[in-house]
C-alpha cells in the first residue's frame, strides 16, 4: 500500500524558516518525480514544487522561487520543502505526492 | 503561466443525477510527446486530494466507471453518471503539461 506521510509543520513568525519532510512507502520512490502542493485556509489547490526522480531538475510556482527549496533523499525515501522567509500568505496545508498518490497534509501556519 | 478556468464553481444534485464540470485552459495543453496532460482530482470535506483521472481520460485504478473524462487542445469536461454520496467534494483540473502545472479553480458538488 503506498503511503506518503507529511510532517515538520507548525506556527512560526513571519521571516522564519521550516523544512517539511514527507516519508514513502509502497512504491520506489527512486522512479518518480515527486510534487508539493498546498491549500490556504478555505481556497483551492496551488501546485508548488517538483523534483525529477533524480533530483536533475527542479521547478517551482513564482509564489515561492527563491523562498522554497525541494529536494529529496532516495536512500531515505523521503522528500523535502526548506521554507525560508516566510510570509503569512504561505499559511496552508502542504501536501506531497505524485501521480494518483498524496499524503495527509501538514499545516504551516506564519503569524506573528 | 497556463490558466484553468473551471465552471460552474458550485453544483447541486440529487443522487442518480449526471453532471458535467468543464475546464479551459488558456493555452492547448498538448506536449511535446503528443500526450495531453490534464488531470482530474477529487477532494471530499476533510481529505487530501484524489486523482481520478489522468491524460484526459484514463480513470485512476479503482475509480468508479461511472467517471469519465473527455477534450483536447484546451476544452476538458469531467462527467459523473449517476452521482453517489462519496462523490460529493470538491473537484479540481490540473494540467502537467506546462510548468508552472496549475490548478482550476475547483468546482464544488453539493447535494440539492
Known amino acids: 500500500e503506498v503511503q506518503l506521510v507529511e510532517s515538520g509543520g507548525g506556527l512560526v513568525k513571519p521571516g522564519s524558516s521550516l523544512k517539511l519532510s514527507c516519508v514513502a512507502s509502497g512504491f520506489t520512490f527512486s522512479s518518480y518525480g515527486m510534487h508539493w502542493i498546498r491549500q490556504a485556509p478555505k481556497k483551492g489547490l496551488e501546485w508548488i514544487a517538483l523534483i525529477y526522480y533524480d533530483s536533475s531538475n527542479k521547478y517551482y510556482a513564482d509564489s515561492v522561487k527563491g523562498r522554497f527549496t525541494i529536494s529529496r533523499d532516495n536512500s531515505k525515501n523521503t522528500l523535502y520543502l526548506e521554507m525560508n522567509s516566510l510570509r503569512s500568505e504561505d499559511t496552508a496545508m502542504y501536501y506531497c505526492?505524485?501521480?494518483?498518490?498524496w499524503g495527509q497534509g501538514v499545516m504551516v501556519t506564519v503569524s506573528s | 503561466d497556463v490558466v484553468m478556468t473551471q465552471t460552474p464553481p458550485s453544483l447541486s444534485v440529487a443522487i442518480g443525477q449526471s453532471v458535467s464540470i468543464s475546464c479551459k485552459s488558456s493555452q492547448s495543453l498538448v506536449a511535446s510527446d503528443k500526450n495531453t496532460y490534464l488531470n482530474w482530482l477529487l477532494q471530499s470535506p476533510g481529505r487530501s486530494p484524489k486523482r481520478l483521472i489522468y491524460q484526459v481520460s484514463k480513470l485512476d485504478s479503482g475509480v468508479p466507471d461511472r467517471f469519465s473524462g473527455s477534450g483536447s487542445e484546451k476544452d476538458f469536461t469531467l462527467k459523473i453518471s449517476r452521482v453517489e454520496a462519496e462523490d460529493l467534494g470538491v473537484y479540481y483540473c490540473?494540467?502537467?503539461?506546462?510548468?508552472?502545472?496549475?490548478f482550476g479553480g475547483g468546482t464544488k458538488l453539493e447535494l440539492k
Open positions: 490540473l494540467q502537467g503539461t506546462h510548468l508552472p502545472q496549475t
Open positions: 505526492g505524485m501521480g494518483p498518490y
